[in-house]
Nanobody, 130 residues
């Protein structure tokens, strides 16, 4: 049984930082590309950042470039999202997702398509106050 569990969310003031973590079990972590998505109330879920199975390719939404950093530890089966210079518009539920890697493909062109991902966590809430 695949389990995807996010943690690290919380309430922070604008300009502050948070680090989200996502632990995965029930699948071969380094056989999966990973992504972070978010959904604000009344809005569609959107892709924030993705990283390929090796950690060598990444994608960032324009809204978070230069502020967020995605990384992964394939030994600890954990995905991270370091979020700096947070803004009130970053307030959302943040989700971690996984998709099986494609043989001989090392890119992240599937991002930010939510339909490309097979496994999802329950989310962790991030609230940024002004």
């Amino acid at each position: 049984q695949v389990q995807v569990v996010e943690s690290g969310g919380g309430l922070v003031q604008a300009g502050g930082s948070l680090r989200l973590s996502c632990t995965v079990s029930g699948l071969t972590f380094d056989g999966h590309d990973m992504g972070w998505f978010r959904q604000a109330p009344g809005k569609e879920r959107e892709g924030v950042s993705c990283i390929n199975w090796t950690g060598g390719s990444t994608y960032y939404a324009d809204s978070v470039k230069g502020r967020f950093t995605i990384s992964r530890d394939n030994v600890k089966n954990t995905l991270y999202l370091q979020m700096n210079s947070l803004k009130p518009e970053d307030t959302a539920m943040y989700y971690c997702a996984a998709r099986p890697r494609r043989l001989y493909y090392f890119g992240v062109s599937y991002c930010p398509d939510t339909a490309a991902f097979n496994y999802w966590g329950q989310g962790t809430q991030v609230t940024v106050s002004s």
